[in-house]
């Protein structure tokens, strides 16, 4: 947006991206305020990287090291949201400076596994067992749909 914004600042002012992104952010910003402490995922930004993701894909090619830069921090966010999921479920509170290593690690060292969970819940399993279930049904999923794409990407281009 900046390395845009700075080729064509007419443009891009006057195009629609820049200030809807700055609406949006001064709405989201200063509407609610979130006492909960830590929170996880971008709720609050969403409409924003939708607007960002759509005005950008044409100049998305991701090769080479950003491909591995990009999959490692996706990748890395995930675990970090899955371990939270999986063991605090999201009742972080805002007092910790670093959630990651004071709370969320040595709680998954402990196996302190939240139990609240449908399959602990309705079926007694174990809430280690119900973490690493849900993580195999997700990869199992990504892998789907990964080769379900790449497979029709190649008939399209027959």
Same mark, same amino acid.
């Given at each position: #947006?900046?390395?845009?914004?700075?080729?064509?600042?007419?443009?891009?002012?006057?195009?629609?991206?820049?200030p809807?992104?700055?609406?949006?952010?001064?709405?989201?910003?200063?509407?609610?305020?979130w006492? $909960?402490?830590?929170?996880? $995922?971008?709720?609050?930004?969403?409409? #924003?990287?939708?607007?960002?993701?759509?005005?950008?894909?044409k100049?998305?090619?991701?090769? $080479?090291?950003?491909?591995?830069?990009?999959?490692?921090?996706?990748?890395?966010g995930l675990?970090?949201?899955w371990m939270?999921?999986?063991?605090?479920l999201?009742?972080?509170?805002?007092e910790f400076k670093?959630? #990651?290593?004071? #709370?969320?690690?040595?709680?998954?060292?402990?196996?302190a596994?939240?139990?609240?969970?449908?399959?602990?819940?309705?079926?007694?399993?174990?809430?280690?067992?119900?973490?690493?279930?849900?993580?195999?049904?997700?990869?199992?999923?990504?892998?789907?749909l990964?080769?379900?794409?790449?497979?029709?990407?190649?008939?399209?281009?027959?």
């Open positions: #947006l900046i390395k845009q914004t700075i080729k064509t600042p007419r443009k891009m002012v006057m195009d629609y991206l820049l809807l992104l700055f609406a949006s952010y001064l709405v989201f910003s200063s509407y609610r305020v006492y $909960g402490g830590w929170c996880f $995922g971008p709720r609050h930004f969403v409409p #924003l990287t939708l607007l960002l993701l759509y005005h950008f894909a100049y998305t090619d991701v090769k $080479g090291l950003r491909l591995y830069m990009f999959n490692g921090l996706c990748l890395s675990l970090y949201c939270a999921k999986s063991t605090l999201y009742s972080i509170n805002a670093n959630p #990651l290593t004071e #709370l969320i690690i040595p709680a998954f060292r402990q196996g596994f939240n139990e609240n969970n449908i399959l602990t819940m309705l079926f007694s399993v174990s809430p280690f067992a119900a973490a690493v279930t849900w993580l195999v049904v997700f990869l199992t999923a990504v892998i789907f990964l080769r379900f794409s790449s497979e029709s990407g190649v008939r399209s281009s027959e």
